[in-house]
């Protein structure tokens, strides 16, 4: 239900109050607890409580409520107790409920194989989730912000934690996050070791075309603990260097020198080569990832073609 959750939002027809802005990531956060937690049913605990329960600030939650009330996604029931002002109980409205079931039965769900480590991030009773670094010092707790990023990531991962198809523009739909935010959440997953390398789309012409950012999530961290017993190692040798890349990049570079028997390139000249190391040095990355992709696709469909191979496999492979 969680990738409905982030994606749900009603239509004119159904919101008085109808945006086309995505929610903020704290209202997106709140109402993914609630609908995990509550489902079709009112939620008839004190906002205090509430606040404990999700594991943020009561001032937060407040500013939540009231963006989802005023989208419509959330219905206030007033309580009347003694004197004083009622206090309000929640319940997903008609509306966003009969949206997130038609997704879950039209099989838009995703993200079953990580159900476990999206269970840990967003339905812990616990006020906070704690990782720590490599190194054994205790990082901040992770914020909201972050755990809605990391569920988005794993509701659009494979089996191994691997997410191609999610462009900038897809993942602010999801969390909220606008590009400058986006990106510090995506740089700080990967400092805590929870994202083991993050190659960014690029839009060049020059090769492929349009390419999507590509992450890939660790999915041994201690946070998930025993959410993956047996998750497949998988080995990233260009997490630290881009030694492919590096080369490929020496290749190009000495392919656009001038001859020394030519003639001093013209001013334009120049300037588009220029402009061509600049974009060799984006596009390189997404290149060597491609690359590998396609020789991980070529090995798991084709290794037991290379039996039939008359002469002997080099050593190897």
Known sequence: MILSVLSVELSKKESRHYSKIPLSPK????????????????????R????????????????????????????????????GRPRNHYSLSPGTWQLLQSAQNSDMEAGDFHWAAIERLMITTAPATHVRQEQGQDAESLPLEARLLLCALLCNADRHGVVRKLSSIDLYRLTGLRSDALKNRLQS?????????????????????KA?????????????ESCYPLAGIMIFGWVQRWEHAEVLHEFLLDGLKPDAAERSPRDEDLVARAAQLKEHHRIIPALQARLELYASWLLSNCWDAL?????ACPPAL
Not at 53 to 74: N, Y
Not at 195 to 208: D, E, K, Q
Not at 212 to 217: A, H
Not at 307 to 311: A, F, L, M, P, V
């Open 212 to 224: 999507k950012s590509v992450y890939y999530l660790n999915l041994q961290h201690s946070l998930f």
């Open 48 to 83: 205090g409580e509430l606040a404990a329960l999700f594991g943020i600030s009561k001032a937060r939650l407040s500013d939540a409520l009231h963006e989802l009330v005023e989208r419509g996604l959330l219905l206030p029931h007033p309580q009347r107790e003694g004197r």
């Open 189 to 209: 997953l990967v400092n805590l070791e929870l994202i083991r390398a993050w190659i960014p789309g690029v839009t060049s012409r020059a090769l492929f075309g």
């Open 27 to 46: 209202a997106k956060y709140v109402l993914a607890k609630f609908a995990l937690r509550f489902q079709e049913q009112a939620c008839r605990c004190e």
């Open 307 to 311: 039996n039939s191979i008359d002469q």
